[in-house]
């Protein structure tokens, strides 16, 4: 969060301009980010969010343009227009694109800020219309070190729930918390960020898959098994884009298997993994097993630490098994390799997935996250880079 506020300051900051894109799950920040910067910057700002345009979003975005412009001309350091929740407007990448080449063509002071809910939806917009012309700053979860900062969080308090901003205060009332989860993030992200802009011909299934995907975080599941636990009728391709669809609205992915192949990789069964523990929390069973959950949530805390840290650096992030041997998780950065296995307990156990990969590649590293390994609180607050090799 922090930085993604110096690094929008900077951008707003500099000659060259570009459109700058906020872009992540819900109820991260991403607001709550503009606002604070707009309080920083020495220049007139407008703010509109597209909650509810009318008839004609459309006419909604060039009137909040035409405003921004007016201020831009207005002052001698031009100005700053943020437009939130900007993919609900239909076809807006293209109107982003005729406005912002007027106002180049014109050399109109007015720097653009664009926030979305899910940079997934947000992608095809930029890349099909606004290639060359815009920045993305991804806003993640929060981790593990931000909601310590911010509520005090203990890490057994992160791992149990999760790193969502508006939910921390709620804990200590489960039932207001749950039903925040559920109705504030959870369906209103399927509802408004899959569903209501994405074509799916088979919603139940991909609330089934969600749903799936948050019970068994942390395994490897084949597709196949996968529509036969949730005996639902589809097929693996159907699947595969529903995990992609959600994946990219920050609720549940699936990590590709290392094989040092990319073809096979791309094939191969994924580890589901839920992209927040309060998604888990919310969704577990009633008589679930607790030491079970337990080991899952901490696999899942590493997990989407890793996940993060992969977004921001440009590391590969995997698994990996051969025979019945498995690696928790791959971190992969040009040649240098780092494997990981997670525990939950203390028990002194053997680590034959490791020792086999460390077989097949001498030089990589390993390392063991909890049990007599590196504590899980110290790794969840270090840099994942800091892992691979000098």
């Not at 002071?109 to 815009?134: C, H, I, K, W, Y």
């Not at 921390?168 to 489960?174: E, K, N, Q, T, Y």
């Not at 639902?232 to 391709?237: L, Q, Y």
């Amino acid at each position: 969060m922090r930085k993604a506020s110096s690094v929008l300051l900077q951008r707003l900051g500099q000659q060259r301009r570009f459109v700058q894109v906020l872009a992540g799950p819900r109820q991260v920040g991403k607001t709550t980010l503009a606002l604070q910067v707009r309080e920083k910057l020495a220049m007139p700002t407008h703010y509109a969010a597209a909650d509810a345009v009318g008839t004609s979003p459309s006419a909604w975005l060039e009137t909040e343009w035409e405003k921004g412009r007016a201020l831009a001309g207005q002052s001698p350091k031009g100005a700053v227009l943020f437009l939130d929740e900007v993919q609900k407007i239909p076809d807006w990448s293209s109107l982003v694109k005729k406005l912002w080449d007027e106002d180049t063509r014109r050399r109109r002071p007015l720097r653009t800020v664009l926030l979305g809910s899910s940079q997934l939806l947000l992608m095809s917009g930029l890349t099909e219309s606004l290639a060359g012309r815009f920045e993305l700053i991804p806003v993640p979860h929060w981790s593990f070190s931000e909601m310590r900062e911010a509520f005090g969080f203990t890490v057994d308090e992160f791992v149990q729930w999760g790193g969502y901003p508006g939910a921390a205060p709620l804990i200590s009332d489960r039932p207001r918390w749950l039903a925040y989860i559920r109705d504030s993030l959870i369906e209103t992200t399927v509802s408004r960020d899959i569903l209501y802009l994405v074509r799916v011909d088979k919603p139940a299934l991909l609330r089934r898959l969600f749903e799936l995907g948050c019970l068994y975080s942390g395994q490897v599941l084949t597709y196949q098994r996968m529509l036969g636990q949730m005996q639902e009728r589809g097929n693996v391709v159907t699947l595969a884009h529903y995990l992609e669809l959600l994946g990219g609205a920050g609720l549940l992915t699936g990590l590709d298997r290392y094989s040092g192949s990319r073809v096979s990789r791309r094939g191969s069964s994924p580890k589901l993994l839920a992209l927040n523990n309060a998604l888990i929390t919310a969704l577990r069973p009633d008589d679930a097993e607790e030491l079970e959950v337990r080991g899952r949530l901490i696999e899942t805390a590493v997990g989407a630490h890793l996940l993060r840290g992969a977004e921001a650096s440009g590391f590969e992030l995997s698994w990996w098994r051969e025979a019945n041997r498995e690696v928790d998780f791959v971190m992969r950065k040009g040649r240098s390799l780092v494997a990981i296995e997670v525990k939950s307990g203390r028990r002194r156990d053997s680590l034959p997935g490791l020792d086999l990969f460390a077989g097949r590649h001498p030089t990589a590293r390993r390392l063991l996250v909890g049990g007599d390994g590196i504590d899980l609180e110290d790794f969840l607050l270090a840099d994942p880079e800091r892992w691979f090799p000098d």
